[in-house]
């Protein structure tokens, strides 16, 4: 019969060959449909088929059926009865009912004794038994292993079957669609499903999934590998590219059309994509003026979108790690992206997928093991790649929780910090000793070199450890600017009017040209915990916190001090600095603007590293990767404004693109003039807590105290090379810091401040803590008693001097902290 919109039902299979009958077979033949007992009763076929067809009904061994008699008997009405006992073959024990039971009992080999022989077992697999709760293929399907459950990652595991990935959202798809041969499944999505059974529900021919199979061997595939999705549910996470907010990698990727990230081509085309849904911004790309190297360049431009697509989404990255070592085909009518028609195109989305997911393998970012294959919520525990962490009590005491996708791992009890790293009530003396580290790993030294070109040349090709032997932070990218330069490679362009205005005033107010310090990017990747807590010196530590009213204010450091300021960053980073948000993260940035144009900078050599071969990858405006978070310093950046947003008219948040420019400006002072001049802020931007609900999970407190703990060391770290390099004294490295990640993301402001101050206290440097106002101090006070009421409870734990990292949080867990609301800025 025709292919429709899904399996055409049994009248219509009928009909359809008894008309290719009679016009190609001479002798008449008629058509009756055969079917069992239980059939004929539930689809009430006593009167027949529409259209006149007949019907041969099968009663099962000692069981009778009543059909109805016409004026000629049975023959008349086309009902028809078998004896039983006429049935070759034991055919009256056959019977589909038991056939399902059986396998959804996992039973195979008593479903097959139901069937005739010669029927492949694959096909009845394929076609009827929900997949096990594993939720990856039936055991069946996987020759390697011995049939049990299938680990994701495991190497050299294949399956027998190309496979297609339902998530649960195609619940939905099959009720709607009514596609009754995939039902079986419903209850035990997500899993992997048998391509040929997905392509045949819907209607369509497996021609192509052979041609596919037989060039490339059984594969795996899902809608998710896709950046256009029709029929099956899909929704991309959003990524930031140029200051603008995509909506998905097809939107990007039909820009890219146009020409690269930030230029003319790009810019005059860009805030129509980024709005646009992915069949609207194909339609759009089909109308762009082409970029004279398409045709060289589109591998790379593809590769570069699908890596942002599967690094914002950490269960779509462990999605696509799961599916090593088989290959991925893109089975579609496109013979370059896909195989074509005939099975047999480029397939280069898949091959490009593939690659994506060997570099992933190799940057460790392989999902944990005991986690099955294909599971759209796999937990990944970071580490070495290979899923594990080391025994002691940390694992024995965490291993009943669960860690989310992208956390960064918990440290084996070995692992040891050296007691110098905290200081306590001689921390001057320790930190004055600190200069005196040589530091290692340099291509140039002392070198400060200018210019925009010298960022690719100092960039990390491996990795370059900073900050002395212990203590130190490893580098994944190192960028030096002149700042000057950088505006001139990058202009600013704002989409926010107020935004505009405060730039163009602080343009205006550079009189007095202000310093020439390079500015220098660091990127860093994570450290794990300490394994324990110095004890005895946790108090001095938190009594020194000192807690203001108020916000940033960027005052002149002290001789011998080196002063950092927080970027409450998204994963992105710097990633919304054009628009009308104006957080923490956004007013920081219209205070510093080079930060804008370091952004822009970091997207271009982002894009290049895919057509160089990888070259300055480290260098990339992420402070999250897979293993968990890469703290991003920014040192010398000039301030050319401060913006005061509790003044006359509130303009902090939402409010800063609502009210008059004459008010945003009232409330702007410009630095810059001889009598002003414009200071250098050094930041370090930490992407904020993944807002949640409930009380705080153990991964969740354990990510944020990594994250700040890694943050704080590298600023320590990158101080101490800086007074190294310049040979000059350091005493006191401080961080100033506030509410972070306790405002759209609604986090739990005492517990920010005590796994802030705890951050601190183990990296060795101090804090300073802006808490905005006189209930946001009272909270980090609040905090900072609990912190202490901690303290003993470790004390009388027996621990001694040092407490476990492991006992601490699961301490705070036990005191169920509570997410908050988002305040909607």
Same mark, same amino acid.
Request: proline share 6%; glycine share 10%.
């Given at each position: 019969?025709?292919?429709?919109?899904?399996?055409?039902?049994?009248?219509?299979?009928?009909?359809?060959?008894?008309?290719?009958?009679?016009?190609?077979?001479?002798?008449?033949?008629?058509?009756?449909?055969?079917?069992?007992?239980?059939?004929?009763?539930?689809?009430?076929?006593?009167?027949?088929?529409?259209?006149?067809?007949?019907?041969?009904?099968?009663?099962?061994?000692?069981?009778?059926?009543?059909?109805?008699?016409?004026?000629?008997?049975?023959?008349?009405?086309?009902?028809?009865?078998?004896?039983?006992?006429?049935?070759?073959?034991?055919?009256?024990?056959?019977?589909?009912?038991?056939?399902?039971?059986?396998?959804?009992?996992?039973?195979?080999?008593?479903?097959?004794?139901?069937?005739?022989?010669?029927?492949?077992?694959?096909?009845?697999?394929?076609?009827?038994?929900?997949?096990?709760?594993?939720?990856?293929?039936?055991?069946?399907?996987?020759?390697?292993?011995?049939?049990?459950?299938?680990?994701?990652?495991?190497?050299?595991?294949?399956?027998?079957?190309?496979?297609?990935?339902?998530?649960?959202?195609?619940?939905?798809?099959?009720?709607?669609?009514?596609?009754?041969?995939?039902?079986?499944?419903?209850?035990?999505?997500?899993?992997?499903?048998?391509?040929?059974?997905?392509?045949?529900?819907?209607?369509?021919?497996?021609?192509?999934?052979?041609?596919?199979?037989?060039?490339?061997?059984?594969?795996?595939?899902?809608?998710?590998?896709?950046?256009?999705?029709?029929?099956?549910?899909?929704?991309?996470?959003?990524?930031?590219?140029?200051?603008?907010?995509?909506?998905?990698?097809?939107?990007?990727?039909?820009?890219?059309?146009?020409?690269?990230?930030?230029?003319?081509?790009?810019?005059?085309?860009?805030?129509?994509?980024?709005?646009?849904?992915?069949?609207?911004?194909?339609?759009?790309?089909?109308?762009?003026?082409?970029?004279?190297?398409?045709?060289?360049?589109?591998?790379?431009?593809?590769?570069?979108?699908?890596?942002?697509?599967?690094?914002?989404?950490?269960?779509?990255?462990?999605?696509?790690?799961?599916?090593?070592?088989?290959?991925?085909?893109?089975?579609?009518?496109?013979?370059?992206?896909?195989?074509?028609?005939?099975?047999?195109?480029?397939?280069?989305?898949?091959?490009?997928?593939?690659?994506?997911?060997?570099?992933?393998?190799?940057?460790?970012?392989?999902?944990?093991?005991?986690?099955?294959?294909?599971?759209?919520?796999?937990?990944?525990?970071?580490?070495?790649?290979?899923?594990?962490?080391?025994?002691?009590?940390?694992?024995?005491?965490?291993?009943?929780?669960?860690?989310?996708?992208?956390?960064?791992?918990?440290?084996?009890?070995?692992?040891?910090?050296?007691?110098?790293?905290?200081?306590?009530?001689?921390?001057?003396?320790?930190?004055?000793?600190?200069?005196?580290?040589?530091?290692?790993?340099?291509?140039?030294?002392?070198?400060?070199?200018?210019?925009?070109?010298?960022?690719?040349?100092?960039?990390?090709?491996?990795?370059?450890?900073?900050?002395?032997?212990?203590?130190?932070?490893?580098?994944?990218?190192?960028?030096?600017?002149?700042?000057?330069?950088?505006?001139?490679?990058?202009?600013?362009?704002?989409?926010?009017?107020?935004?505009?205005?405060?730039?163009?005033?602080?343009?205006?107010?550079?009189?007095?040209?202000?310093?020439?310090?390079?500015?220098?990017?660091?990127?860093?990747?994570?450290?794990?915990?300490?394994?324990?807590?110095?004890?005895?010196?946790?108090?001095?530590?938190?009594?020194?916190?000192?807690?203001?009213?108020?916000?940033?204010?960027?005052?002149?450091?002290?001789?011998?001090?080196?002063?950092?300021?927080?970027?409450?960053?998204?994963?992105?980073?710097?990633?919304?600095?054009?628009?009308?948000?104006?957080?923490?993260?956004?007013?920081?940035?219209?205070?510093?603007?080079?930060?804008?144009?370091?952004?822009?900078?970091?997207?271009?050599?982002?894009?290049?590293?895919?057509?160089?071969?990888?070259?300055?990858?480290?260098?990339?405006?992420?402070?999250?990767?897979?293993?968990? &978070?890469?703290?991003?310093? +920014? =040192?010398?950046?000039? @301030? !050319?404004? $401060?913006?005061?947003? %509790?003044?006359?008219?509130?303009?902090?948040?939402?409010?800063?693109?609502?009210?008059?420019?004459?008010?945003?400006?009232?409330?702007?002072?410009?630095?810059?003039?001889?009598?002003?001049?414009?200071?250098?802020?050094?930041?370090?931007?930490?992407?904020?807590?993944?807002?949640?609900?409930?009380?705080?999970?153990?991964?969740?407190?354990?990510?944020?105290?990594?994250?700040?703990?890694?943050?704080?060391?590298?600023?320590?770290?990158?101080?101490?090379?800086?007074?190294?390099?310049?040979?000059?004294?350091?005493?006191?490295?401080?961080?100033?810091?506030?509410?972070?990640?306790?405002?759209?993301?609604?986090?739990?402001?005492?517990?920010?401040?005590?796994?802030?101050?705890?951050?601190?206290?183990?990296?060795?440097?101090?804090?300073?803590?802006?808490?905005?106002?006189? &209930?946001?101090?009272?909270? +980090? =006070?609040?905090?900072? @008693? !609990?912190? $202490?009421?901690?303290? %003993?409870?470790?004390?009388?734990?027996?621990?001694?001097?040092?407490?476990?990292?492991?006992?601490?949080?699961?301490?705070?867990?036990?005191?169920?902290?509570?997410?908050?609301?988002?305040?909607?800025?």
């Amino acid at each position: 019969s025709d292919q429709h919109s899904h399996w055409p039902d049994f009248p219509v299979v009928v009909r359809a060959l008894q008309d290719h009958l009679s016009k190609h077979v001479p002798t008449p033949i008629e058509v009756y449909y055969v079917c069992g007992a239980d059939h004929f009763a539930k689809c009430g076929l006593s009167r027949g088929l529409r259209d006149g067809a007949g019907v041969v009904v099968l009663p099962r061994e000692g069981s009778a059926v009543s059909v109805p008699g016409g004026a000629d008997g049975q023959e008349s009405s086309k009902i028809f009865t078998v004896e039983p006992s006429l049935c070759a073959g034991g055919l009256q024990h056959y019977s589909s009912t038991k056939v399902r039971l059986a396998l959804q009992n996992g039973a195979v080999d008593e479903a097959m004794a139901y069937l005739p022989p010669g029927v492949n077992k694959y096909d009845v697999l394929g076609a009827f038994a929900p997949v096990p709760a594993a939720r990856g293929p039936p055991s069946d399907l996987v020759p390697q292993g011995g049939g049990q459950e299938t680990d994701v990652g495991a190497p050299g595991v294949a399956i027998s079957e190309s496979s297609y990935w339902l998530s649960a959202e195609q619940a939905s798809v099959i009720r709607k669609l009514g596609l009754s041969a995939l039902e079986p499944y419903l209850d035990h999505l997500p899993c992997w499903v048998p391509h040929r059974l997905v392509a045949t529900s819907l209607g369509f021919s497996t021609s192509a999934i052979d041609a596919a199979e037989a060039l490339h061997g059984p594969y795996m595939w899902g809608t998710e590998f896709e950046n256009v999705h029709s029929t099956w549910l899909f929704k991309e996470r959003c990524f930031v590219v140029g200051a603008r907010r995509f909506r998905g990698s097809e939107q990007l990727y039909q820009l890219l059309k146009a020409g690269d990230v930030g230029s003319t081509e790009f810019e005059a085309h860009a805030d129509e994509f980024a709005r646009a849904g992915e069949m609207e911004a194909y339609s759009l790309g089909q109308n762009l003026t082409l970029r004279p190297d398409f045709q060289d360049c589109k591998d790379k431009m593809m590769a570069f979108v699908i890596r942002l697509k599967f690094e914002s989404d950490p269960s779509l990255r462990n999605l696509l790690l799961s599916t090593h070592p088989m290959p991925l085909v893109s089975v579609k009518a496109d013979a370059y992206w896909g195989t074509g028609i005939g099975g047999t195109g480029r397939n280069m989305l898949g091959k490009l997928l593939v690659e994506l997911r060997e570099t992933l393998r190799t940057q460790g970012s392989t999902p944990a093991t005991g986690q099955k294959l294909g599971t759209s919520d796999v937990a990944s525990n970071g580490g070495d790649g290979d899923g594990t962490r080391g025994g002691g009590a940390a694992e024995s005491q965490m291993a009943e929780y669960s860690r989310p996708a992208d956390a960064p791992p918990l440290p084996p009890d070995e692992w040891g910090v050296p007691q110098e790293v905290i200081y306590g009530a001689k921390r001057n003396m320790l930190m004055s000793g600190l200069r005196n580290l040589k530091t290692r790993g340099h291509g140039k030294a002392g070198g400060v070199v200018a210019g925009a070109a010298a960022a690719e040349a100092e960039a990390a090709e491996g990795q370059e450890e900073i900050g002395g032997g212990f203590g130190g932070m490893n580098v994944l990218g190192r960028a030096t600017y002149s700042v000057v330069e950088l505006l001139d490679s990058h202009p600013l362009k704002f989409t926010c009017e107020n935004k505009s205005t405060v730039y163009e005033k602080c343009l205006q107010s550079q009189t007095d040209p202000h310093s020439t310090d390079p500015l220098i990017f660091l990127r860093t990747q994570a450290r794990p915990l300490p394994s324990t807590i110095d004890l005895l010196t946790l108090r001095a530590s938190y009594e020194r916190v000192q807690v203001h009213a108020g916000v940033f204010q960027y005052e002149r450091a002290e001789e011998n001090v080196h002063e950092w300021h927080m970027n409450f960053a998204d994963k992105h980073l710097f990633g919304y600095w054009s628009g009308a948000l104006f957080a923490q993260d956004e007013m920081q940035v219209l205070e510093h603007p080079v930060l804008a144009a370091l952004q822009l900078e970091l997207l271009e050599i982002e894009l290049r590293s895919h057509t160089n071969g990888g070259k300055n990858k480290g260098l990339q405006p992420y402070t999250r990767d897979g293993r968990g &978070a890469t703290p991003c310093l +920014v =040192q010398n950046v000039p @301030r !050319l404004c $401060a913006i005061d947003t %509790a003044g006359p008219t509130p303009i902090y948040g939402n409010a800063f693109a609502q009210v008059s420019s004459e008010a945003v400006l009232a409330q702007t002072s410009c630095f810059g003039a001889p009598a002003n001049p414009v200071r250098l802020s050094n930041i370090l931007a930490l992407e904020a807590p993944k807002p949640s609900q409930g009380t705080y999970t153990l991964s969740q407190i354990a990510d944020i105290l990594t994250t700040a703990y890694s943050g704080y060391l590298a600023a320590r770290a990158a101080s101490v090379e800086s007074s190294t390099r310049q040979q000059a004294p350091l005493d006191v490295v401080r961080i100033h810091t506030g509410h972070w990640g306790c405002g759209a993301y609604g986090g739990n402001k005492p517990l920010m401040a005590i796994l802030q101050t705890i951050a601190a206290h183990m990296a060795g440097v101090e804090l300073i803590y802006h808490a905005f106002d006189e &209930a946001g101090v009272a909270h +980090v =006070q609040h905090g900072l @008693r !609990l912190l $202490a009421e901690v303290e %003993a409870e470790l004390k009388a734990d027996g621990d001694g001097e040092n407490a476990s990292i492991s006992n601490l949080i699961t301490r705070l867990v036990a005191r169920e902290f509570r997410w908050g609301v988002s305040d909607g800025n």
